[in-house]
């Protein structure tokens, strides 16, 4: 066999092992660039988990920012909550939309977040249905801050975003999975890759270690990067986060609230006194630290015995209020405070209290130098403003002499005017002696029927001239009431109803028995009444528009005293409306019992110079009858025993200047003032044993007193 010969063979082996080797570094080469791409892959997918899982985190700082501001809210009614709230809501919901952008090709996760959206939602809408991010002044933020504190409303929200977290814990759950097996599954190509290259440097020593510490090099930087992304999604270092976070914005809250707020746990034991309420009780914060809260807050009421709102939120989980009570600070000195104490609830346990307290002296104070102001003033111009009202009433009546037609004319207009503030003082006096508790009230048992007929009756002629129709109907009911009180608030109520129905209107008065007490309603068809203005019309000088005065007239003070005659009564008054609708006022009565005796009238009442106090009293806007220049209203009772002339008799005019109308045992007599007939102040009779004599009589006979034959 010659070389060549012998050679072939060899040179074909070392060509076939050269082929092989060619090819082997070929495939080690594919097999390198293969394993990198899928790594590379791996890593691509990683950091796309892991983009998911920050997503879902930031779902999730973005509801416990959401429930912090609400919480905030609640305690503070800080009026910056809103917008906060919104902008975190937006930032939820970049995060939502980005999560299940990155997870369209996952449709468990897809479901996820599609119920994740659902919930949230309906958990966002619980919080904006309390009004908190759209409330304008302080009574809306008051009441949206009372509609978020209702135990119901906290547990169906914390019901929801456990559903909410649950969700997001099974995203994140489900994406930590995938990432760990995406790492492994860089791990084992890792594993491949650096087995494929020891081979392969075996047979190529400088192209197959170079690729291969080139390969390994690279590999094991892509396996650091993917176990620090893992190492950065730990739940307990983005959960510390939020903790942080969220305990910073409580403390910012307690330390700039204006209120006295005190944190009690579910034992009664105080856990925490923010500044203003060190400082209201004259202690230090960290000394209150674990007392008891009757200690930290020794709280009485007006009668002087101990109060215990707190002990009854933690008892029984609503919100207690006290409006007047008082607090000693430590150096012995007591204040008056408004109290709120809110239960803290937890999965819908009681797990303590949120007290917050204000100091009231300063504002009590101006209330009570307001009122007795108003007292004064209007004591002091009652006696001249009801003598100038007979004065001008004698001279619009002819009685010293004729006026030209335009002197006549201003004469009705200062009449009118006249009558209009004697009707605001007197409101203003009876509203006084309604809140100071002068007023008595003579309660016997009285049909109802007889109160909205004759209701109806006094009001008729006002409610034909405005083209207005009355309804009255009320069953065989009998209340305990004083009658007269009570016609007034019906006459009120009426009067208002027929001033604001448009004409050709009903406005219907009723009465009935409900739930142990009798219910009386004034329903209209008129313009309505706003929400926010349905529990502000009842407090004094108060109307829904202040154009209501000079064009329908109306001193603001009618529904004041209708509300303080009924809660005398032991009743309740309210108005329901919607604008656009009618209003109806409502208030309750006591019932009288069946064996009760229905007592007579009690004669002519006396008045007090004012044409409203004369007996039953009209509208409070209705003008009042003029008859020979003297203005007056009476009412006389049914035949029976006469009013006791020795009991009180109410008279603003003792210094001899002013009118007054009074019951003497038989008939009415006017006192006529000083200098009005050219001598002393004088008191000649009107009607003389004459039971039936009214209004239209003393009219008739006025002129025939002052001008005698």
């Known amino acids: 066999m010659s070389p060549s010969l012998s050679a072939a063979p060899h040179e074909r082996r070392f060509l076939a092992g050269f082929a092989a080797l060619l090819a082997f570094l070929v495939g080690l080469v594919a097999l390198g660039y293969l394993s990198f791409a899928r790594m590379a892959d791996a890593n691509r997918w990683s950091l796309h988990t892991y983009t998911v899982l920050s997503e879902s985190q930031g779902m999730q700082e973005a509801l416990v920012d959401m429930e912090a501001g609400f919480r905030g809210f609640i305690l503070t009614g800080d009026a910056g909550a809103g917008p906060a709230w919104r902008e975190r809501r937006d930032a939820f919901r970049a995060h939502l939309a980005a999560a299940e952008r990155l997870t369209r090709d996952n449709a468990p996760q897809t479901a996820r977040l599609h119920a994740v959206e659902a919930l949230a939602g309906r958990w966002m809408a619980m919080q904006q249905a309390t009004g908190f991010d ?124 204006d ?285 829904v528009d202040s154009s209501d005065a000079r064009q329908k007239g109306g001193t603001g003070l009618g529904l004041a005293i209708c509300r303080g005659i009924v809660e005398q009564h032991g009743g309740r008054i309210w108005a329901e409306s919607a604008p656009g609708d009618g209003s109806t006022f409502r208030f309750t009565l006591p019932l009288a019992g069946s064996t009760d005796a229905s007592g007579g009238g009690p004669g002519v009442r006396s008045g007090s110079g004012d044409p409203q106090a004369f007996g039953t009293s009209p509208a409070p806007d209705a003008p009042l009858d003029r008859g020979g220049g003297v203005a007056a209203r009476i009412a006389t009772s049914p035949p029976g025993p006469p009013a006791d002339a020795s009991g009180p008799h109410r008279d603003s005019s003792d210094a001899g200047d002013g009118w007054d109308v009074g019951a003497p045992r038989a008939g009415i007599s006017v006192r006529l003032p000083a200098g009005l007939l050219g001598g002393a102040a004088r008191r000649v009779p009107l009607v003389e044993d004459d039971e039936d004599a009214g209004p239209g009589e003393l009219e008739r006979r006025v002129p025939s007193l002052l001008h005698p034959a």
């Open 134 to 257: 759209v409330a304008a002044n302080a009574q809306a933020r008051e009441a949206a801050r009372a509609r978020g504190a209702g135990p119901d409303d906290v547990r169906a929200r914390s019901a929801v975003m456990r559903q909410v977290r649950r969700l997001l814990d099974e995203v994140t759950d489900d994406e930590s999975a995938l990432l760990r097996r995406r790492v492994g599954r860089a791990a084992a190509l890792e594993r491949v890759t650096g087995a494929a290259l020891v081979v392969g440097g075996l047979f190529a020593v400088a192209l197959a270690v170079g690729l291969g510490l080139l390969v390994t090099r690279r590999s094991r930087s892509l396996a650091a990067a993917n176990a620090s992304l893992a190492a950065e999604i730990g739940e307990r270092r983005l959960a510390q986060r939020a903790a942080e976070r969220l305990g910073r914005q409580t403390e910012l809250i307690l330390e700039s609230a």
């Open 259 to 543: 209120e006295g707020i005190c944190g009690v746990d579910v034992h009664g034991y105080a856990t925490f006194l923010n500044p203003a309420a060190a400082a209201l009780l004259g202690r230090a914060a960290a000394d209150a630290i674990g007392r008891p809260v009757e200690t930290v807050l020794p709280l009485e009421d007006e009668a002087g015995s101990h109060a215990g709102p707190v002990r009854d939120t933690l008892r029984d989980g609503a919100t207690h209020r006290l409006s007047a009570g008082t607090l000693r600070r430590t150096d012995g000195s007591v204040f008056p405070v408004e109290l709120v104490s809110a239960p803290v609830l937890e999965d819908g346990q009681i797990v303590g209290a949120v007290v917050t307290f204000r100091d009231v002296a300063e504002r009590r104070e101006v209330e009570r130098m307001k009122d007795e102001f108003v007292s004064v003033v209007s004591h002091e111009l009652r006696t001249p403003l009801t003598s100038l009202r007979g004065s001008l009433g004698l001279l619009a009546g002819g009685r010293a002499g004729e006026v030209s037609t335009s002197g006549q004319r201003l004469l009705d207009i200062a009449v009118q005017n006249t009558d209009r503030l004697v009707r605001l003082i007197n409101d203003i006096l009876d509203l006084e002696r309604i809140r100071a508790g002068r007023v008595e009230l003579e309660p016997r048992p009285v049909p109802a029927a007889e109160l909205v007929r004759s209701a109806a009756d006094l009001m008729e002629p006002m409610a034909e001239k405005g083209g207005v129709r009355l309804e009255a109907d009320a069953p065989p009911v009998r209340v305990l009431a004083d009658a007269d009180r009570i016609l007034q608030v019906l006459t009120n109520l009426i009067s208002n109803a027929v001033k604001f129905s448009p004409a050709g209107s009903t406005v219907a008065v009723s009465a009935r028995a409900e739930g142990g007490r009798a219910l009386f309603e004034v329903r209209d068809r008129g313009r309505g009444i706003p929400a926010p203005m349905l529990e502000a019309i009842f407090e004094r000088f108060h109307q």
